[in-house]
């Protein structure tokens, strides 16, 4: 039998620091962590003394890639604890610079940080040379992605104008007819995007898993900025506001990450992967075509998949985004003052971000000072169930004879298709082998 | 030769870092010009000859000294970029609490296994040779930086504040809404973006000087009855301001 070591300092290609190291002894693991080593942040300690409506523009600053992700949870969970009602301009909005960002995000990762893989080069630097259509289709793409962000929030990055009760800021009409032309171009880009996809072999590997997301009824839209909390493996909804019931955190020694578990496994996924397993009923009609044409099915229980069902969501949320202009354009944009505080107390708020469900929760003071906060991350969540995925895909890789620098590859791939996002999870990743 | 370029990253959001990845329309442009040889966020290889190494993030755990260390030695030119390395950043704020308060709040009995101490920008721990401050850093200004750096010309920041531009975009001043700003004592180069959206400065590419905030802070107080802990709260948060309180 097979002794194997993996050591893998800082993978690469993924946000944030992390290491993988296993060991495995006569074809058995002996030990699999995925260590955690990026600083520890403690935002949800300084939080504590800061007035509500500074909490989004501070916890924005947990993660570059999600900004406008953490910012909508965050708004969600000071609005669930001062009582503030938002209006239905602020919703669409809202929901339009979010399907920004979930572009953004998973056009980053598919084209960035994924594909190099199953190119065979280190970095998409290199395929600006052989596969210029490629890097320029990526970037336009993506830019996209932040323009549509920028026109509602100021910028991608840290968004301005997004505030508790509303936005100091509105785009105007021409940007938006502008973007929704830019928009429908897109999808010739996307075509193309799905066609280099279906080229690259998904790695065959399953491991049956929970599968948790947002859900808005059984005929509402497919969920990233509002809904409750179901999954797989118990699909009747929990409100977002008793998250607690199905959400466990646990500090683990390996990781400046928290691990979760939920009531019914050790273990679970958030992400693409299962927003698609709970709620492909629910995708445009357009991403439902593509996830046929890709084979793609609920429940998958491949995490390789997990960009596959990326791709899907980049059509529905151009699509989506098409028709929310148009919604918008048609109801035509209001200055509005941002809604005021009605009490304060104790409210959580959930959105699901490119990376899966995000929850943030605080309570406040009689003044409205910050007196509790809980932030629970897709990454975080997200740890266990990658260790739990290597524990099953290692032995028959060693088994298999397949060369330890293919394994090591092969567990960075495993890693990276779960999109993680470590800066964000330490509020991951270096492979270790030992041989 | 085309210089070496890294990207690095400590204690951060790494936005600054993506930020140079949303130039969208110049960043085949700078790929041409440049070789990027190490950029771990991006790349596989990694290499530790620099010519230019950008390091965005704040000093807040031992290990990030040893690497702000081991960046100084491999890199000729070292460039902080954002708040985060040119002021400590948001993760200053938990400077404000008792250390063993808000390890214990987040990890519980468990806080000893995560090391941590209190953030300091880049410049409190090695020599820094350039600073691109803002938080996230302003794309535009990096791009001047890379266009100066490659044609051998000086590269300064503006030495006037934020109102100078706010004015030039023909804004309504914030003041005439009734919302206080920072503006007046923040250094300029980011277009006024706070403002142009509606929001006000919150001074995340530093003050212009201590006397100017210490001005400042007496003019809200008098002229506009702004708290003194409205003021401070603003320009503590992206570590603009280290002190506990002004006269």
């Known amino acids: 039998m097979r002794n194997v070591t993996i050591d893998v300092k800082h993978v690469t290609r993924v946000e944030g620091h992390g290491n993988i190291s296993v060991r495995v002894t006569d074809g058995a693991i002996t030990h699999l962590e995925l260590k955690i080593v990026e600083s520890p942040r403690f935002f949800e300690a300084f939080l504590r003394g800061r007035k509500w409506h500074e909490a989004p523009h501070i916890t924005c600053r947990i993660c570059g890639i999600c900004s406008v992700g953490h910012t909508s949870a965050s708004l969600k969970a000071v609005e669930a604890a001062a009582g503030i009602e938002v209006s239905p301009q602020t919703r669409m909005l809202r929901k339009l610079i979010l399907n920004g960002e979930q572009l953004q995000s998973h056009v980053l990762h598919l084209y960035f940080l994924a594909v190099p893989d199953f190119l065979g080069v280190g970095s998409v630097i290199p395929l600006a040379s052989t596969h210029p259509d490629v890097v320029r289709r990526a970037l336009r793409m993506k830019k996209l992605a932040n323009d549509l962000c920028g026109a509602i929030g100021g910028r991608h990055i840290h968004p301005i104008a997004m505030h508790a009760g509303g936005f100091t800021h509105l785009p105007q009409p021409a940007e938006l007819v502008e973007l929704k032309q830019r928009l429908e171009a897109s999808r010739e880009d996307l075509l193309h995007t799905a066609e280099l996809y279906s080229t690259l072999r998904v790695p065959d590997f399953t491991r049956e898993t929970e599968f948790v997301s947002l859900k808005i009824g059984y005929n509402g839209e497919y969920a990233f900025y509002e809904g409750d909390l179901v999954s797989t493996r118990e699909p009747k909804p929990t409100d977002v506001q008793d998250y607690r019931k199905r959400v466990i955190e646990s500090v683990v020694q390996h990781s400046a990450a928290k691990h979760c578990r939920s009531p019914h496994s050790a273990a679970y996924m958030v992400g693409s992967l299962a927003r698609f397993n709970n709620n492909a009923a629910q995708l445009h009609p357009e991403a439902k075509n593509l996830a046929e044409k890709l084979g793609l099915r609920p429940v998958c229980h491949n995490p390789f998949h997990n960009n596959t069902a990326q791709l899907i969501e980049c059509v529905h949320c151009t699509e989506h985004s098409i028709e929310l202009i148009d919604s918008i354009l048609t109801h035509g944009l209001k200055e509005e003052p941002l809604a005021k505080p009605t009490h304060f107390g104790r409210g959580a708020g959930a959105v699901d971000v490119p990376r899966g469900t995000l929850f943030h929760e605080y309570e406040l003071d009689k003044d409205g000072t910050i007196t509790q906060a809980n932030l629970i991350i897709p990454t975080g969540q997200n740890l266990a169930n990658i260790e739990a995925d290597m524990r099953a895909m290692v032995p028959p890789l060693v088994a298999s004879g397949m060369s330890r620098e293919d394994i090591t590859l092969r567990l960075e791939m495993l890693v990276r298709a779960y999109d993680p996002c470590i800066s964000c999870a330490t509020h991951l990743l270096n492979i270790e082998w030992e041989e | ?247």
């Open chain 2, 1 to 247: 030769m085309k210089p070496r370029i890294g990207v690095f990253s400590l204690t951060s959001c790494e936005g600054c870092s993506l930020a140079i990845l949303e130039l969208e329309d110049q960043l085949l442009d700078i790929l041409g010009a440049v070789e990027v040889v190490n950029f771990r966020e991006g790349m596989t290889e990694r290499s530790w000859e620099v010519d230019v190494g950008f390091v965005d993030g704040a000093v807040s755990t031992p290990e990030d000294e040893r690497e702000a260390k081991h960046l100084r030695e491999s890199c000729r030119t070292l460039v902080a970029i954002g708040a985060c390395a040119c002021l400590g950043g948001v993760n200053t704020l938990k400077n404000r609490q008792e250390e063993k308060d808000y390890r214990a709040y987040v990890y519980g009995d468990r806080a000893a296994w995560f090391e941590t101490q209190p953030a300091r920008p880049l410049s409190a721990v090695v020599k820094v040779d350039f600073e691109l401050p803002g938080c996230p850093m302003v794309k535009e200004e990096f791009l001047r930086f890379v266009q100066c750096a490659l044609s051998g010309r000086s590269f300064q920041l503006p030495d006037y504040a934020v109102c100078v531009d706010c004015k030039k975009k023909g804004n309504l001043c914030l003041y005439e809404k009734g919302v206080f700003c920072l503006g007046p004592v923040t250094r300029a180069g980011c277009e006024a973006i706070c403002p142009s959206f509606g929001s006000r400065c919150e001074a995340c590419r530093g003050v212009l000087g201590e006397q100017a905030l210490v001005t400042a802070g007496v003019n809200l107080r008098e002229s506009y009855g702004v708290a003194l802990e409205d003021v401070l709260a603003d320009v503590q948060r992206y570590g603009a301001f280290q002190g506990n309180t002004l006269p």
